[in-house]
């Protein structure tokens, strides 16, 4: 594939994003420069580019990755999901050949749209709507557009003295056809590879169709040649076929879809597969760039657990590249353990937000922020804040190619008069006040979590998140309750957290799903029937819908919304077995101030709920002064336009809940319940009473 006009100079990625000593990390880079380009390696202490606060701060780890240069080779990438048989297929009818389908077509492109086709010969929907087939140079074509979101089934037949298409509404008994005549025999040969949803030219997919597909079907003088049920191994990415080749899935499309079948007497696929035949297409799915590895790097045994980047150069530019070392499974290097949420930085990964400014670049010169944001550069695919081209949300995730928003210096919010930092940037805070303050951390990420569950949380006196946890598995969750259970110290830095339920593709495991189902702050809404994962069969959505709210875990569960702004906290416990977390606090209003919102609880606060779990002796130690204006209570809270489920009013519990609370178990849980509060530990040099109250709760819990 050629180099288009709107590839970046020079990006990199990594796979995987986190290891332990004796793991080899892959680097991928595509350069468009002559000069080869040189990787160094830097270790991370601060990613905030503002210079009023810490600035970028990283220090040299050669001894580790010695300095290398690498040629330059420009790699290009394909998104848009299609379905490709693992073999070629041939055939020499002597009557008939037909092609059909059941089809849901979402969008009109601009582009011809492939539902189904074997080399040259195909299926498919035109700009304008009009259904056409074509076999050996010989075509015809629907009279008049098809319908969008409506489902159709359409047969085009070739035989040897006529060809016809048909299409016909799902439900309904009309049925339109047309034919043409030939006055001379066909050439009903047809060989190829199958592909389902685009057509290969030159080996390159191309003509992406968007929407749903169902029962793709090509038959040869009325017996099957190639033939797919979509309802079948829903959760893999191969659909074993009924004839012919097995149709491997390319680019990650959305299976256990609804079909044309489906009624709404069935909402989970698993108890009614016959109901969700239909795997969902789009011209703009990404999954895995592919890009070949430049370079590896297998950590060495002495290598510090810690946040490192691998910083990319070459003539004029430059990328970063960040990964997380985790210390060998069972040999913790420190008392202190810090949760990177990698998961919810993969999910957010090249978020285009709506409010993104082109002016932002000012401010990006000005401050030498990561100079590129997704709203600007859509082609490296969105994120599952984002829509498909075809106005369907975008429900998968991977870090196997760029994100943008997961570098150093990235800011998301430009229109804001503090740092403007989320997720892995705004993380780094907690770092920096790590290293101001001299205490040792190990890390891990939700990944090692996920699969090694409490065992990788073993030994630590106390574990700590980062700002924003959203996105768990139940097993990262279970993790987690279980350290705790079994005496551990967690403190949950952020607000927000513990939220949405995601799943693991069973092969892909760096293939992550999101169903956003009932309720929530929801970027998109999944459609009916199709809240339940085509990854692991489960309910997806809220893990509060799910019976596991945040506070059954950490005392505090999601509560508001707002801008990004912050509002400080004021000590409501007045009790004096709590001094301790407020010794050397000198002013009532704690965190007016920060590089995140400029003041400690903003942006999404998080408040108690002994309905939902928090437990009776939980300790309200402050609450935030929240503004009158500004915030919202979550959609989950809401009942009418008069009540909601507190009980009280909606002012009422928008809050962010500063708690500590102690467990059967002898461990405890100490929650800020602000995804703003780690901005300001940087603040006047580390030395503020937000940075005193946590170095009192850490030291406390590290004894």
């Known amino acids: 594939m050629a180099k288009q006009e709107n590839d970046l100079p020079l990006l990199g990625y990594v796979d995987p994003l986190s290891a332990r000593p004796g793991d080899t990390l892959e680097f991928k880079v595509s350069s468009c420069c002559t000069d080869p380009f040189e990787a160094r390696l830097m270790r991370s202490i601060s990613a905030d580019p503002n210079p009023e606060g810490p600035g970028i701060v990283e220090e040299d780890a050669s001894q580790y990755f010695a300095t290398a240069h690498f040629p330059s080779v420009h790699r290009p990438f394909q998104a848009g999901s299609y379905g490709m048989g693992r ?123 968007n929407g749903k597909i169902e029962a793709p079907s090509v038959t040869v003088d009325g017996r099957p040649l190639c033939q797919w049920d979509f309802s079948r191994d829903i959760s893999s990415a191969c659909v074993p076929a009924c004839h012919g080749p097995d149709l491997q899935l390319i680019n990650a499309p959305a299976c256990a879809m609804t079909g044309s079948a489906w009624d709404g007497s069935e909402m989970n696929w698993t108890h009614k597969p016959s109901h969700y035949g239909a ?39 430059e990328d970063a590249i960040p990964f997380f070392v985790c210390p060998p499974l069972g040999q913790r290097r420190a008392k202190l353990c810090v949760l990177f949420s990698t998961f919810t930085y993969a999910i957010y990964g090249n978020h285009a937000r709506p409010d993104f400014k082109p002016s932002w670049q000012d401010q990006i010169h000005e401050w030498g922020s990561y100079p590129y944001n997704p709203a600007s550069h859509p082609q490296y695919g969105l994120s599952t804040y984002n829509y498909h081209a075809d106005g369907s949300g975008i429900c998968h995730a991977s870090h196997k190619r760029p994100l943008f928003n997961l570098k150093p ?91 949405w339920r995601i799943a693991l593709h069973p092969e892909r495991e760096d293939l992550l799903e ?86 400690a609880a903003g942006f999404e606060l998080d408040h108690m709920d002994f309905r939902l779990g928090t437990l009776s002796n939980a300790v309200l130690l402050a609450q935030s002064v929240t503004r009158e204006n500004g915030f919202m209570l979550v959609p989950e809270e809401q009942l009418t336009h008069l009540t909601n489920l507190t009980g009280g009013s909606a002012k009422d519990a928008m809050h962010a809940d500063m708690v500590l609370t102690e467990y059967e178990g002898g461990g405890s849980v100490f929650t800020t319940g602000s995804i703003t509060f780690c901005g300001c530990l940087p603040w006047q040099n580390f030395d503020n009473d937000v940075s005193q109250l946590l170095q009192n709760v850490v030291t406390r819990f590290l004894k």
């Open 87 to 209: 073999k070629d297929v041939k055939a020499t009818p002597t009557s008939e050949v037909t092609l059909s389908a059941v089809i849901n077509p979402m969008f009109r492109s601009d582009q011809t749209q492939t539902i189904l086709a074997i080399g040259d010969d195909e299926l498919r929907l035109d700009a304008s709507g009009v259904a056409t087939a074509v076999l050996n140079g010989h075509r015809v074509s629907t009279e008049h557009p098809l319908p969008l979101r409506r489902w159709t089934r359409i047969e085009a037949r070739f035989a040897a003295d006529e060809i016809s298409i048909s299409r016909q509404p799902v439900r309904q008994s009309s049925e339109v056809s047309h034919s043409t005549k030939t006055t001379a025999a066909l050439d009903l040969t047809i060989s190829g590879v199958p592909t389902v949803a685009a057509r290969l030219f030159k080996g390159q997919p191309a003509q992406f169709f």
């Open 409 to 499: 210096g990235y800011f998301t919010f430009g229109q804001t008069s503090c740092s403007g930092l989320r997720h892995f940037p705004a993380d780094m805070h907690l770092i920096s006040w790590l290293h101001a303050k001299g205490i040792d951390y190990d890390i891990i990420t939700d990944r090692e979590l996920h699969n090694e569950g409490v065992r990788a949380l073993d030994g630590y006196s106390a574990v700590t998140t980062g700002t924003h946890p959203e996105y768990h598995t139940s097993e990262s969750l279970d993790a987690l309750r279980d350290y705790r259970d079994d005496g551990g110290n967690l403190l949950y830095l952020g607000g927000n957290g513990f939220y």
């Open 279 to 317: 795997i969902h297409f789009h011209q703009d799915d990404i999954y895995d760039f592919e890009w070949e590895t430049d370079f590896s790097f297998t950590l060495p045994d002495d290598m510090p657990s810690g946040v490192y980047v691998m910083r990319i150069s070459c003539e004029k530019h």
């Open 514 to 599: 999101i169903r956003r189902a009932e309720d929530g702050i929801r970027a998109w809404a999944a459609e009916p029937g199709e809240y339940y994962n085509a990854f692991d069969g489960t309910y997806g959505g809220l893990w509060r819908r799910n019976g596991r709210p945040p506070q059954a875990l950490v005392g505090v569960g999601f509560a508001a919304q707002g801008e990004f702004y912050g509002d400080p906290y004021r000590r409501v416990c007045m009790d004096p077995a709590y001094d301790w977390v407020f010794d050397g606090v000198k002013s009532e209003l704690i965190g007016n101030y920060g590089f995140s919102g400029n003041g």
